[in-house]
């Protein structure tokens, strides 16, 4: 085959017939498709998936401890009736003038290490006449939410569901079936004590 090619090579440049110029040759870049790309990257594809994992896992993890936390303390922590109530100091005798209605703070009678400022428990105090106390919880006894003194009615009432409460505690007005929860208070040495105890859930 190439005898022949060189044979008709030298005839055409006898009779003066050259070979047409082989057209240039175009070249064609072709890109790496995705698929070849991805795999070229595998190794980094990899390892930040192994990341993302490894930080999904962790941060469920974490989500579950919080969630798990409050019914734990629930399941683990010392029954209402199990708990003793405690004097607690709430004031010097002077801070309860007679006939005003004192809002009184005081420590919870079994504050859980992890409870903060929900360990701080409250009551309505007064002091009705020289020595005789009232003191009420400070939590609705419907669904327990906190409730306020409006000392203009001489009312107490809940922003919830709009139950209300006479200052004696008794129920006004609203859902409320029950009166406010009392508390015992005692004077010891001019100052005021109150019989802290376990708050009750509404029921
Ligand atoms: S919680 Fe007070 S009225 Fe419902």
């Not at 440049?13 to 082989?22: C, E, F, M, N, V």
């Not at 936390?69 to 922590?77: A, I, K, R, S």
């Not at 005798?93 to 005081?106: E, S």
């Amino acid at each position: 085959m190439k005898l022949i090619n060189s044979i008709f090579q030298r005839i055409g440049r006898l009779l003066g017939i050259s070979r047409p110029a082989a057209p240039p040759v175009e070249v064609i870049v072709v890109e790496a498709s995705s698929e070849e790309e991805s795999k070229t990257e595998m190794p980094e594809f990899t390892e930040r998936r192994r990341f993302l994992n490894q930080v999904s896992i962790g941060l469920s993890g974490l989500l579950g401890i919080v969630l798990a936390t409050p019914v734990l303390g629930f399941v683990f922590g010392p029954r209402r009736d199990e708990i003793e109530t405690v004097w607690r100091p709430i004031g010097a005798l002077d801070d309860f003038p007679i006939g005003r209605t004192v809002r009184a703070t005081f420590l919870d009678p079994s504050p859980l290490p992890w409870a903060g400022y929900a360990a701080q428990s409250a009551a309505y105090v007064r002091q009705e006449s020289e020595g005789q106390f009232i003191a009420l919880s400070v939590y609705c006894t419907h669904v327990g939410c906190p409730i306020w003194w409006t000392e203009e009615s001489q009312i107490f009432m809940c922003p919830c569901h709009g139950g209300s409460f006479f200052r004696d505690g008794a129920v006004a007005g609203g859902p409320p079936r029950l009166p406010l929860e009392r508390y015992e208070i005692r004077v010891r040495d001019g100052q005021v004590e109150i019989l802290a105890r376990p708050q009750p859930l509404p029921t």
